[in-house]
């Protein structure tokens, strides 16, 4: 079975400051890979960043990184600099055999 | 605008009715998924299908949730006998490999709303 837990449901960060969102996971599936999704309040889902399992690097996409810590089951997304158009529900996934599974989210809020 | 489209974008119907839902990939993608999302909850899967073959099924989906995907292009989700509890954004996915993996393209969703 595979779990996602994401336990910050809300979160508040200054403009131009860096955030970090938490997830953990949990998974008997020796491959597999994770994402993070932005859903702003318009409701569309946007793909932000990717880390396989295998990979030796952190993954990078602008200012977007993602803290992969594979032997604490983690997978944080950090977001640099952040600005107004960040604030928006943050879903952390994971894709095992053939299957997805999504955590309950992190509402994040940009502060002018 | 990912270039995954759903039909309708919104659908309100009475109790007992008959729904269906369309999705229409990316026309490269070989992968299909259906979810569904709740207020205040993340995406829960429902089915997934590799070009016409539906390989996967999760246990929220009951008799009433019937999905195709013929000649693995479109794909539809019936829902049969509709209850207020099926109230939710059904989202459909299609994916494109890379990097090794399936970096999954939301649709807009469909909200269905049961009175």
């Known amino acids: 079975a595979q779990k996602i837990t994401q336990t910050q449901p809300g979160m508040f960060v200054q403009e131009k400051e860096a955030v970090t969102l938490d997830c953990t996971y949990d998974t008997s599936d020796p491959s597999y890979g994770l994402f993070w999704y932005k859903q702003p309040s318009s409701g569309e889902m946007i793909f932000l960043i990717y880390q396989g399992s295998y990979d030796q690097q952190n993954a990078t996409e602008g200012r977007y990184s993602l803290n992969f810590q594979k032997a604490r089951k983690s997978a944080n997304l950090v977001i640099s600099a952040s600005q107004l158009g960040d604030s928006a529900m943050y879903f952390c996934a994971m894709e095992g055999y053939q299957k997805v599974t999504f955590g309950t989210g992190t509402k994040l809020q940009v502060i002018p | 605008d990912t270039g995954v489209s759903q039909d309708p974008r919104h659908k309100i119907t009475k109790r007992g009715q008959n729904v269906t839902f369309r999705c229409d990939p990316i026309s490269e993608h070989n992968r299909l998924y259906w979810y569904r999302q709740t207020l205040g909850q993340g995406p829960e899967f429902l089915t997934y299908?590799?070009?016409?073959?539906?390989?996967?099924k999760s246990r929220l989906l009951s008799d009433r949730f019937s999905a195709e995907r013929p000649k693995g292009s479109f794909s539809t989700l019936e829902i049969q006998r509709t209850e207020q509890g099926d109230s939710a954004m059904y989202l459909c996915?299609?994916?494109?490999?890379?990097?090794?993996?399936?970096?999954?393209?939301f649709g807009p969703g469909t909200r269905l709303t049961v009175l």
């Open positions: 299908f590799q070009n016409e073959a539906q390989l996967e």
């Open positions: 996915a299609s994916t494109s490999r890379d990097r090794d993996t399936d970096t999954q393209y």
